[in-house]
C-alpha cells in the first residue's frame, strides 16, 4: 500500500521549484497521506526535507503505522451497510495482524469496531455493552435491519395516510360534482340518477 506513493514521490527531481512540487504533491494527498501531513508540526520548507520526512514515515519498516493509522481512523459511511464497513475492517486489522499479530488486544479492536459505527447504530451498540467483537457485530446487523424496517413501515404509512387524504378529497370532489350536475339537470327540467 505505501509502495505506490512512494514510486510516484521518486519521479519528482526536486530540480522544479520547491513550492510547486509540494503543492502538487499535496493536492493528490487522501486519508493517511493528508492526515500525516496535517499532523506535522514543523512542516519541511523544501523539497528534500519533505521527501525525506515522508520516506521516513511510509518506508517498509514504518509501514504498520500507516495501517494502524488507517484502522483507527475508519468509520462507516451513512449510506453503507455494517457488512460493507465489516469487510474494509476485517481487511485493514489482517494487514496489520500480519506484520504483528498482537499488535491490538480483543477490546482495542471490539472498541475500535464500535468507535468506527455511523452514530445511530453506535449509540445502541454501546447501549448493549458487548464484551466481544461477534456480540457487537451482532447488535450492530440487528439494529441496522430494524431500522430498515422501521424506514419502510414509516414510508409505507405516510403513502397510506396521503392514499386516506386523497381519497376524503376526491369523495367530496366526487360530491361537489355530483351537486353540480344535480342542479345543472333540475335547471334544465331533465331527471338525474346519481351513480350507485
Excluded at 41 to 55: G, H
Aim: proline residues 3%; aromatic residues 12%; charged residues 20%.
Amino acid at each position: 500500500m505505501a509502495y505506490a506513493p512512494i514510486t510516484k514521490l521518486d519521479n519528482f527531481t526536486g530540480e522544479e521549484d520547491d513550492a510547486q512540487t509540494m503543492q502538487a504533491i499535496l493536492y493528490f494527498f487522501k486519508d493517511t497521506a493528508n492526515l500525516w501531513y496535517q499532523s506535522l508540526i514543523n512542516k519541511p520548507q523544501d523539497f528534500d526535507a519533505f521527501k525525506e520526512e515522508f520516506l521516513r514515515y511510509f518506508s517498509n519498516n514504518n509501514s504498520i503505522n500507516c495501517l494502524v493509522n488507517m484502522f483507527t481512523t475508519m468509520k462507516q459511511r451513512e449510506t453503507k451497510a455494517v457488512t460493507t464497513y465489516l469487510e474494509c475492517f476485517h481487511q485493514n486489522l489482517r494487514q496489520i495482524q500480519a506484520i504483528d499479530a498482537n499488535y491490538f488486544t480483543a477490546l482495542q479492536i471490539l472498541n475500535q469496531f464500535i468507535h468506527g459505527l455511523r452514530s445511530s447504530i453506535l449509540q445502541h451498540v454501546c447501549l448493549l455493552h458487548p464484551g466481544i467483537l461477534q456480540d457487537a457485530v451482532t447488535h450492530a446487523k440487528d439494529f441496522e435491519s430494524a431500522e430498515s424496517e422501521a424506514n419502510h413501515a414509516q414510508a409505507i404509512n405516510l403513502v397510506m395516510n396521503r392514499s386516506s387524504e386523497l381519497d376524503s378529497k376526491l369523495e367530496k370532489f366526487s360530491e361537489s360534482i355530483n351537486k353540480r350536475l344535480e342542479g345543472y339537470l333540475a335547471d334544465n327540467h331533465a331527471i338525474y340518477q346519481p351513480p350507485q
